[in-house]
């Protein structure tokens, strides 16, 4: 059985997010991530028991990690921050729907 769920979010619904985001992007100024960490979170996900869409949106880190990884790559700074900053709150386990979650950990990511 399938079920297909729209959520009619206003910009202002998002705002959370957007938060949670630039927390992120902020938060990379105090620590030493790399987008590789992402591979790293990949590679300890039990992707068998995710669901079908989220393993098709996790396919496509390998492809970011390695464009930011590019250094012939002229992707503006604000791109590649904005990128950057989604790898990390990727890899951040306590966001705002915890990572740990059965089903749904992911689903802000």
């Given at each position: 059985?399938?079920?297909n769920v729209?959520?009619?979010?206003?910009e202002q619904d998002l705002a959370p997010f957007h938060a949670a985001w630039?927390?992120?992007?902020r938060a990379l100024r105090d620590r030493d991530f790399r987008p590789a960490?992402?591979?790293?979170?990949?590679?300890?996900?039990d992707?068998?028991?995710q669901p079908?869409?989220?393993r098709q949106r996790l396919d496509r880190v390998p492809d970011i990690v390695g464009l930011l990884a590019q250094p012939g790559w002229a992707l503006p700074?604000?791109?590649r921050a904005g990128l950057t900053?989604?790898?990390?709150y990727l890899c951040e386990a306590d966001d705002l729907i915890p990572d740990h979650e059965p089903g749904f950990g992911l689903l802000d990511d």
């Open positions: 059985m399938q079920l729209e959520l009619p979010l206003r630039q927390a992120q992007v960490d992402a591979l790293d979170l990949l590679s300890g996900l992707r068998d028991s079908r869409w989220l700074e604000a791109d900053g989604a790898l990390a």
